[in-house]
């Protein structure tokens, strides 16, 4: 019976957990770092290019391991409609969302990507939902509600262009998670994430610069460190990082780490941007984030 326990925390890398901590940590500082970029450049356009650059880095970085970025035929098709759902429908309506919330209530509301994959995977892929893990998606859900509405109706219809957007971002990326397990794209991790980062970056960053016109003059200081923030740590180190632990860690355990995104998220919130860190946000981060633990484990 202590065979598969002590195989279990065998596996367990020190190198594996200090790589997705600096990749949780990144990605968590991303949330603030893009809700100021916004007071300086509209969301299509920034994040577009920023992922556009992201994207030929970690190219860089695959071939200078020695992977290819070649693209099989017969993956194309599949390799184009996972990266629209997984990638650009989080860069485009996360960024839009973050017009109406805060950033720290985008952090709580993008935990929900795992409720939606389980939820998805049961008509797609057939994998029933147990009581168990159907009970902890539930009290997810319910730290969206208290989320949503902790303000007051008036409140919730103010922001509802807001959570819609990260709803159907956070939904758009849990399609493409469930799409991906049913069709295999059988790559190079990070040829495959350059690959994916750029086909869902490049129609986002086409619209912004012809619907939004950003004009470089209006970016400070603070909005050129945004944006080599959002390019070199967010789309470049953070994925590296990202798939080096999970040639280190078991999948459940990085699946797990990754709940430190929304908390780094809502706490450097807090300290960056002053925005608000009290009972709502505590309980609604608290709440879903067991919910979605509970799930990960069952």
């Known amino acids: 019976m202590t065979v598969v326990p002590n195989a279990g ?5 020190p190198l594996g957990l200090a790589f997705l901590g600096v990749a949780s940590i990144g990605w968590g500082l991303n949330f603030p770092i893009m809700k100021h970029l916004l007071s300086e450049w509209p969301p299509l356009s920034s994040r577009g290019l920023c992922g556009i650059v992201g994207a030929a880095g970690l190219a860089l970085v695959a071939l200078a391991r020695r992977q290819s970025l070649a693209v099989p035929k017969d993956m194309r ?6 990266s ?29 990507i795992p409720v939606w994959v389980a939820f998805l995977a049961w008509p797609i892929l057939g994998e029933r939902l147990s009581v168990l893990r159907a009970a902890a998606l539930t009290v997810a859900l319910a730290g969206i509600v208290v989320l949503i509405g902790g303000n007051g109706i008036d409140a919730s219809v103010e922001k509802l262009p807001g959570l819609l957007c990260a709803l159907i971002g956070a939904v758009g990326v849990a399609l ?11 790559m190079p991790p990070l040829s495959l994430a350059a690959w994916q ?31 080599i923030y959002m390019t070199l740590i967010q789309f470049c180190l953070c994925y590296v990082c990202w798939f080096a632990a999970l040639e280190r860690l078991p999948a459940a355990t990085a699946s797990i780490g990754t709940l430190l995104v929304p908390v780094v998220g809502v706490l450097a919130a807090a300290a960056m941007l002053h925005e608000p860190l009290g009972f709502r946000e505590v309980t609604a981060l608290a709440v879903t984030l067991g919910g979605v633990a509970v799930a990960l484990r069952s």
């Open 84 to 112: 629209v759902l997984t990638i650009g429908s989080w860069i485009a309506f996360m960024g839009l969302a973050l017009l109406w919330l805060s950033a720290s209530e985008a952090a709580i509301l993008g935990i929900s």
């Open 77 to 82: 098709l599949r390799l184009v409609l996972v």
């Open 9 to 13: 925390r065998a596996r367990i890398s």
């Open 176 to 186: 493409g998670t469930v799409l991906t397990k049913h069709f295999p794209l059988k």
């Open 197 to 227: 980062i750029a086909i869902g970056c490049v129609p986002i960053a086409i619209v912004g610069l012809a619907v939004e016109q950003p004009q470089l003059s209006a970016l400070s200081a603070t909005g050129w460190a945004s944006m």
